[in-house]
Nanobody
Framework: QVQLVESGGGLVQAGGSLRLSCAAS????????MGWFRQAPGKEREFVAS????????LYADSVKGRFTISRDNAKNTVYLQMNSLKPEDTAVYSC?????????????????WGQGTQVTVST
């Protein structure tokens, strides 16, 4: 079993950048496919990005492609989400998720372990 803790959220102006981190404990991160999801007020949680165990394969939602980058450092047991050119519509609680398996995953029910989330607010 793995425990996930997100950090790095905050308030940023439109056009700015943030880097989110997801620190894992309990088991080595290299055993898991990792993903980032977000949930805005009044909306369902949606997929943002996923990365394979080795980091060689990534997958992005169309809404963030070209602006966000997911990466991982298995030696540090941490996954990152670099967010550039932020827009007000990116405002949400961002959560990381993990699951055993291979490749990348883009749906909630493919992930077993979840963090508590970190708030990202983008102002105009």
């Amino acid at each position: 079993q793995v425990q996930l803790v997100e950090s790095g959220g905050g308030l940023v102006q439109a056009g700015g950048s943030l880097r989110l981190s997801c620190a894992a404990s309990g088991r080595t991160l290299s055993s898991y496919v990792m993903g980032w999801f977000r949930q805005a007020p009044g909306k369902e949680r949606e997929f943002v990005a996923s990365i394979s165990r080795s980091g060689s394969t990534t997958l992005y939602a169309d809404s963030v492609k070209g602006r966000f980058t997911i990466s991982r450092d298995n030696a540090k047991n941490t996954v990152y989400l670099q967010m550039n050119s932020l827009k007000p519509e990116d405002t949400a609680v961002y959560s990381c998720a993990a699951d055993t398996g291979w490749g990348t995953r883009s749906t909630e029910n493919e992930y077993t372990y979840w963090g508590q989330g970190t708030q990202v607010t983008v102002s105009t």
